[in-house]
């Protein structure tokens, strides 16, 4: 990669200006980035659901359609679930964003190459499946352009890349109790425990 960014900077400017979004993350270093920001109620940590996180995504978007959803997940979780990218296309969520962090490698189980430092293009999958907007981003210049754009409404589901260094960061490590996660996230939803 000729350029890339600090994965923990370009998750904080995310979060920071996410506007009460709902956000779900992917399994691994995306759980530990978001958490390392701040934990939040409205953040859904997904623990062992590998290649879970933008189908989740998807029915949170479709359950809540007044609130703007944001998938975080990493290139492996990603790559794992391209047929997520054909079902969330023809679904056309007007409220999901979909956040690739892209290190071009898989980090949870030892750094080995990925396939996008092999040349697949997530962001030209999520495209050509139909998605509203993609795009793929080196610098945290351009995160903050797409803070801007995330803030306005869309017409169909957005996915953006965000290429990152290829390090493994201290674990910032949220809570592990799903029955917690999901009753915390209940409540800021207004919705009853079950």
Known sequence: MSSVMDRRLAVAKLLDSRNDALVITGLGSPS????AHSDADNNYYLWG????????GLGLAQAQPGKRVMVIT??????????????I????????????????????TGMQNSHT????DI???ANATGFDATDTLTTLDEVDELCGKLALPASG???FVLKIEAKNLPRSLPPRDATYIKTRFRGFLG???C
């Open 32 to 35: 530990y980035d978001v958490h």
């Open 49 to 56: 659901a590998m290649g879970g996180a933008a189908l989740t």
């Open 74 to 87: 990493g290139d492996g979780e990603m790559l794992m679930a391209f047929g997520a990218l054909a079902t």
């Open 89 to 108: 296309a023809v679904a056309r969520p007007t409220n999901l964003d979909i956040i690739v962090l892209d290190n071009q490698h898989f980090g949870e």
């Open 117 to 120: 430092g092999m040349g697949i």
């Open 123 to 125: 962001a030209k999958v």
């Open 157 to 159: 589901p957005r996915l």
């Open 191 to 193: 919705l009853q425990p």
